[in-house]
C-alpha cells in the first residue's frame, strides 16, 4: 500500500532561516506530487505539484521542491522564512494509476519566529 | 466566488446520536471527497464519489455513509457505529477527468465533537 512519511512534525525557526521539508512516499509506480498548506483559520490550499518534467518545482510564496526519483523524496524548500508562513504543511502523492485516491502525509507544524 | 462551503464550522453531539455533516460545491466539479484530519496523522479518506449516484469506500469509511443525489452536494453522516468520531472533518472536490492530475479543493471544515 501506498504511504507518505513527513519527517518532523514540528519545526521552529526564526525568520530569514532556511527551510526544508522531509516527504518521502512508498510507491513503485509513477507518482504525482503534491504540498499542501493550512494557514491558520483558513482552507487547505495547494503549494505546488509536480507531474512530469523538470524535478525542481517552483510554487507560490518562494516555495519549492525537488523531486528525486531514487530516493522517493519530494522535500519542500524555501531560502528564507517569514513569520506568515507559520502553518501545517501537508505532502501528498498520487498514484498515476490509482485515479482518485491521494495519500496524505501526517504534516508538518511549521512555526516562524519574528 | 466558487468555492466549497461546509456547515455547521462547530458541531457537538451526544454520544449515540448520528449526525450529517453538509458539503456543497460550485465549481461544477465531477469528484468529491471526505476526509477526517487528526492531529499527527494527517488526513485519512473516509469515502470519495467521482460521479452523482456513486461512491466508493476510503480508508476508514466504517462507520460513515454517504449520498451523492446532486452534483454539488456530497452530504456525511456520521453513525453511532463510528467508535471515535470527535475529529476535524474536511470535505473536497477535484474537476472532471484524470483525478490523477488534479489538485484537490478544500473546504474549510467541519469540528465534531461528541460528547
Known amino acids: 500500500a501506498q504511504s507518505v512519511s513527513q519527517h518532523n512534525h514540528h519545526v521552529i525557526l526564526s525568520e530569514a532561516a532556511s527551510l526544508e521539508l522531509g516527504c518521502n512516499y512508498s510507491?513503485?509506480?509513477?507518482?504525482?506530487l503534491f504540498w499542501y498548506v493550512q494557514y491558520p483559520g483558513q482552507h487547505l490550499q495547494l503549494l505546488l505539484k509536480y507531474f512530469s518534467g523538470d524535478p525542481l518545482v517552483k510554487g507560490i510564496k518562494g516555495f519549492e521542491a525537488e523531486f528525486i526519483k531514487s530516493k522517493f523524496s519530494f522535500n519542500l524548500r524555501k531560502p528564507s522564512v517569514q513569520w506568515s508562513d507559520t502553518a501545517e504543511y501537508f505532502c501528498a502523492v498520487n498514484a498515476r494509476t490509482g485515479g482518485f485516491k491521494t495519500i496524505f502525509g501526517a504534516g508538518t507544524r511549521l512555526f516562524v519566529k519574528a | 466566488d466558487g468555492g466549497i462551503t461546509q456547515s455547521p464550522k462547530y458541531l457537538f453531539r451526544k454520544e449515540g446520536q448520528n449526525v450529517t455533516l453538509s458539503c456543497e460545491q460550485n465549481l461544477n466539479h465531477d469528484a468529491m471527497y471526505w476526509y477526517r484530519q487528526d492531529p499527527g496523522q494527517g488526513l485519512r479518506l473516509i469515502y470519495y464519489?467521482?460521479?452523482?449516484?456513486?461512491?466508493q469506500k476510503g480508508d476508514i469509511a466504517e462507520g460513515y455513509s454517504v449520498s451523492r443525489e446532486k452534483k454539488e452536494s456530497f452530504p456525511l453522516t456520521v453513525t453511532s457505529a463510528q467508535k471515535n468520531p470527535t475529529a476535524f472533518y474536511l470535505c473536497?472536490?477535484?474537476?472532471?477527468?484524470?483525478?490523477?492530475?488534479?489538485?484537490?479543493?478544500f473546504g474549510p471544515g467541519t469540528r465534531l465533537t461528541v460528547l
Open positions: 510507491y513503485g509506480g509513477t507518482v504525482n
Open positions: 473536497a472536490s477535484t474537476p472532471s477527468g484524470t483525478g490523477a492530475y488534479n489538485e484537490q479543493f
Open positions: 464519489s467521482q460521479i452523482v449516484n456513486d461512491f
